[in-house]
């Protein structure tokens, strides 16, 4: 299958002009490219399920809370073209960022009550610049469906609230997170580590894992939550920016578990920060906890 | 030709569908209703333009700045489906509040520059209403050309400079401003004007053309602006809210006149707030003005 790569609006129009006149499923995968076998897998799935798979490929300047952290942002682009084709994508948009941005732009996508706690409580501006771009994407691609990786739940969240509140007419689906080995979860980030930053890292799910075990035999969210800083603390060169039990469409803190929960946390390994984040469900409440028969719905 | 009205968004999609599909070109007329003559204009004008038109009637509550405004807005369906009848719309959408903003809803678009003078200054989050009231609209219909009455300049200006910022597929047309024989803009607010309020609104519209006139024999805007504030002063049942010589796109008042400008105004007849604007065109500039021939450009 042959993969076109377009990097302007005006190109990717005509590229696309056919697709959407046809009976075809529109898949579409938006990246930041640095592309891994976590992005592999959003394509892979967004190719079976859909017709005709497009893949964006943009480092969107204004999610980014540090200038270092935008800087130091991986651009392996003949790489991600590779790994695009390999996976079946028809389709690469790869803008500038001028295309993206022009100077007079002044329209910004605000969500708020998703945005309060985790990433969007210490990245500032992060959440609204995702939005921003997310809505550009969907307008100039026009897709069925979305695909975006759980192991950024929050983005997740951020663009389900932002796609129901304004109707966009797409339908996003979330993709389970793909792991090393040792468990650290996938990340355009990881190859920043040192070696032995690369070696600790993997307490980071060892420490989400613990959380949810404790879930899983009835602990509140206090006590998971102690569980997995007590994992964390055994790792002296992580530091917790934060690590919550969060209701997965509020993304926000619980204060008791009645239902699935999501652990989410972030941390640093030296100038590195990592996020990663599993859901976890509570045993059947048990009449000697005092559940009353209402709690369980 | 019949009229279909629908009052939710699963109506809508099952009666946009077949039109989503074919090659028909889809107008769009958003509305709160309350449709007098400058609407009949809008819908005409689709109706010519485009080979189906939809047109929504829903009174937006985040766009109103004081709750007794959006109380007091004439609710007047009936009449109002006979008018997109007879001027040729073929769909109505005239949905719920819940329908529009279920309880979950935390998503705002906003559209900063374009709303910091005129209507943007003094109405608080009125704009930040409109532009998110705009894109779901836009998402629920996805019409190919959507029109706006420039009465409501800023307005149209807030909505051209969202969807180019947020790549909307979609083309926007402003339609002149339609009149009373005397001058008054048509306005669905009109109608709470008492007779003597009535009677001396068209004098906004006459301080309008003294300011046009000024500028069309060289005058800078703040003659021209000092020149529609004497005829609004000779009317003392008129409050002015605002009254400024402006840049079309951005909204912004000029300092001096180069090309074509925006002369918009805001004034109050007791409890009634009324806008209005006209465009007005410099003459060349002569040589004795001091320009230089870049200046023109």
Redesign the interface.
Known sequence: MNLSVVHT?WELRQALKTIWRSELLLGFVPTMGALHEGHAALIRQANRECGFTAVSIFVNPIQFDRAEDYELYARTLPEDLELCRSCGAQLVFAPATEEMYPA???????????TDYLCGQHRGPHFRGV??VV??LL??I?PARAYFGEKDAQQVAVVR??V??????VEIIGVPTVREADGLALSSRNRRLSPSERRDAPALYQALLAARAAIEHGSGPAEARRDALAVLASTPSIRVEYLEVVDDESQTPVSRIDGPVRISAAVWLGSTRLIDNTTATPPRLSRSEGGAPGQRL
Chains 1, 2 share one sequence.
């Open positions: 609006v007079a732009s002044l329209t910004h996508v605000q969500v708020s009550g998703v939005a921003t809505a550009k307008h100039l026009q609230r932002m129901a509140d304004l109707n966009f007419p």
